[in-house]
């Protein structure tokens, strides 16, 4: 048991529920914004090495910076600057630059293998403030008393142990705890799902530093290299109800990329769909919060908050769940260290982070939902499907990619630039 007080509870300043990228990064910060008494819990026995690799766009790339960790990253991810994206039926081929300028291309974009992004965030912490295998069961929050004049939150854990805290944060994922407690809305189906993976090749590939992607109907498929050995790529579709039974059987998601849905793409995607490591290979069910929901709900009741997929899901089409997840960590560590030196002021920093953030996820959460609607097949449509489809994708182009793209280039500024 952690050392507590005579009642055997165990107390802290902050308690970070997720040992995930949104709960590394926040607990990181957190540490590094100068929070004594932090522990980090996570139902899990370490950190995770599954999955294949997260896209860092230079929203995420900036939070890295203001961390201190994106020089760690730097010389081993090389930065993508060029998207190729070819309609398969048409066959034309669009080649936009995926961040910047032709004469100032920007930071580019970095392929990281996601075991390695979390192991160089939990580099970071002090062995002792991270519990594993403690899987959060209830949360109270306890009055005001003699002894604690501000009042603190209980939190049970499933081996029969007492954790107290002053603040809690969740970062528990798109099923959180912490989220459900403080009413936020279930997240909603987007009835689209992605296959992703790593591609692994010995001798070096010879594909391009770019991303190529092919759009084919309701199917978006993309790889792009992580370094000279290995591609992640994946693919967005409508799910069909089938696909929901071999969700946790890679070798059966890799014959079913392979097959049904890798049909129409080339067969260079083929290919380096059929190199991949099996143990990166997943297929995620994509959920997300609606933009109404982000709007009326409020993900804050006194010192309890929320960041990363338990505030704000996101499609994966859109692929900023890890950079807006990075985001939420330093400006929430930003404000709790401008008002840590009083202590009464913690409830006031919780209010500034979920103000700020709470605008521009919404925002996003609005793009993911027409980006689900802009890829889907809408076949239930019969013969107006196809033009309702067509209509949909020319106003998505034209009004909601553009900032798409502003919310690519977003710069949350380092830990001591004032909310």
Known sequence: MLPGDEAGAAEYEVVVVGAGIAGLACATALHQAGVQ????????????????????????????????????????????????????????????LLTGTVDRPGIGVRVVHRKVLLKVLAEEL?????????KLLSIERKQASEKSRSG?????????????TKVLIGCDGVHSV??????????????????????????????SNELQEYVFKDKRGAYVPANDKELYWYIAHDTDPKDLE????????????MGRLAEGFPDNFKHVVS????????????????PWGLFLGWPQRNLITVAGDAFHPIASDLS????????????LARYVSSYMKNQHGLKDAIEAYVKQR???????????????????????????????????KKVYNWFVVPRIKETKNYDCRNLNSGG
């Open 37 to 96: 008494r932090l522990l980090l819990l996570d139902k899990y026995d370490g950190v995770r090495s599954d999955g294949a690799a997260v896209l860092l766009y230079p929203n995420g790339w900036h939070a890295l910076e203001a961390l201190g960790l994106a020089h760690k990253l730097k010389d081993i991810y090389p930065a993508c600057y060029l998207e190729k994206q070819t309609n398969v039926e048409t066959g034309e081929t669009k080649e936009m």
């Open 126 to 134: 002090p062995q002792a403030s991270v519990r594993f295998t403690s």
């Open 246 to 257: 071999i969700t946790m059987h890679p070798r059966l998601i890799l014959k079913q990329a």
């Open 275 to 290: 190199c991949s490591d099996l143990n990166t290979v997943a297929w995620t069910h994509m959920l997300y919060r609606t």
């Open 358 to 392: 709470r605008w521009r996820v919404a925002l996003l959460a609005a793009w993911s939902f027409l980006s689900v609607w802009a890829h889907h097949s809408w076949s239930g449509l019969g013969f107006l499907g196809w033009p309702v489809r067509f209509l949909w």
């Open 152 to 164: 603190f939150i209980e939190l049970k854990l499933d081996d029969g142990s007492v954790i107290r």
């Open 178 to 207: 912490v989220a459900q407690w403080l009413g936020l809305s279930q997240p909603a189906d987007s009835q689209r799902s992605i296959v992703r993976g790593l591609a692994k090749f010995e001798k070096g590939h010879d594909f």
């Open 320 to 331: 900023l769940g890890s950079c807006m997840a990075l985001e939420d960590a330093v400006i």
